[in-house]
């Protein structure tokens, strides 16, 4: 017979080995469901970042032309995006995320509307003719539409002193506070008290402008502008050669009817920029190398030349 102390390591043995089957059955079950958890877990996650790019995609998030994905030949020779709205082309305007206003231009209707049904479904856009009228709307967003058409720069003024059309940027609407930032010179126009100069130092369109360097656009009157810094309570005036602020103190919707210096045609420069023309010194206002500004050399309001002095990007710091 077996003794008690063999029959204890028996049994032990026994139950030993039956708890190690035991935990090996669940293991491999454990292992098997981990297994399968992660083969139904990859196609979800793909399944998941597919529906995300689809949605991605529909709204335009993130979206960005691309001239291979383009399904008529035409666009593909297309030009991108530009800076901001161009007269006498035909515009699609989009919002490619919040407030990322996007401007591109064609020289037909055709083509434009191509481009137009191109784009996702769901991304807000805007079309407008040559001549500025809109011409359709797409997209789910329709408070895009609106900012989509505050930011396209098709309005126009007459200037009875020269009888030309002048040009009027839509971001320098009455009220709107901007920033003019010279390119081929990097840095933002400048108004400290009486002196009116370019950003002390170098600095990208992007960089936030500061107090000196905002102006409120004012209506002057038959399709001009003035521009008002409210830091130094100041009206930009050009004098002869000269660009400065000199005069009383006023604020904004003190310009006097019979200052001439302050007012401005805004000529378009091309590429989404403008120019600032004094007509009652025939002089364009200019951006030296090293920040001088001044409106050195008489030109009419048509004669803008291919210099980079004249030409400033607007940049929008807050709607009216």
């Known amino acids: ?37 992660a083969c139904l877990a990859v196609p979800e996650a793909a399944l998941g970042a597919a529906v995300l790019g ?11 032309p691309s001239k291979e994905r383009h399904q008529f030949a035409e666009l593909k020779k297309a030009a991108g995006a530009c800076n901001g709205p161009q007269p006498r082309k035909f515009m699609v305007v989009t919002e490619e995320g919040w407030g990322n206003v996007r401007f591109y231009p064609f020289d037909c209707e055709d ?27 797409g997209g789910w967003n329709w408070l895009a539409h609106i900012t989509i058409r505050r930011s396209h720069a098709f309005l126009y003024g007459f200037s009875p002193r ?6 009027v940027h839509a971001l320098l609407r009455p009220g709107n506070v901007v920033a003019l930032y010279c390119g081929s010179h990097k840095r933002f126009l400048r108004l400290m008290g009486e002196y009116v100069k370019g950003h002390g130092g170098l600095v990208d369109l992007a960089d936030l402008p500061g ?30 050669d000269c660009v400065d602020a000199w005069g009383r103190v006023r604020d904004a919707q003190d310009l006097p009817a019979d200052w001439d210096s302050e007012r401005l045609t805004v000529v378009d420069a091309g590429h989404g920029m403008i120019a600032l023309h004094s007509a009652s010194h025939n002089r364009f206002l200019r951006m030296e190398e090293g920040g001088a500004v001044n409106a050195w050399g008489a030109r009419d309001v048509d004669l803008l030349n291919a210099w980079d002095l004249e030409r400033f990007t607007v940049r929008l710091v807050k709607l009216a």
């Open 1 to 37: 017979m077996m003794g008690a102390a063999e029959a204890v390591a028996a049994g032990g043995g026994v139950a030993a080995g039956g708890t190690v089957a035991m935990l090996q059955r669940a293991g491999a079950v454990g292992l098997g469901a981990a297994a399968a958890a």
């Open 54 to 64: 689809w949605v991605r995609r529909l709204l335009g998030v993130g979206f960005s």
């Open 111 to 137: 083509v434009s509307r191509r481009f137009f049904h191109d784009p996702p479904v769901l991304l807000a856009k805007v079309m407008f003719s040559s001549d500025g009228r809109e011409l359709r709307a």
């Open 162 to 167: 020269h009888g030309l059309v002048g040009f």
């Open 211 to 240: 107090d000196s360097d905002l102006f409120t656009v004012v209506d002057a009157g038959h399709g001009m502008i003035a521009l008002h810094n409210a830091r130094h309570d100041r009206f930009l005036h050009v004098f002869g």
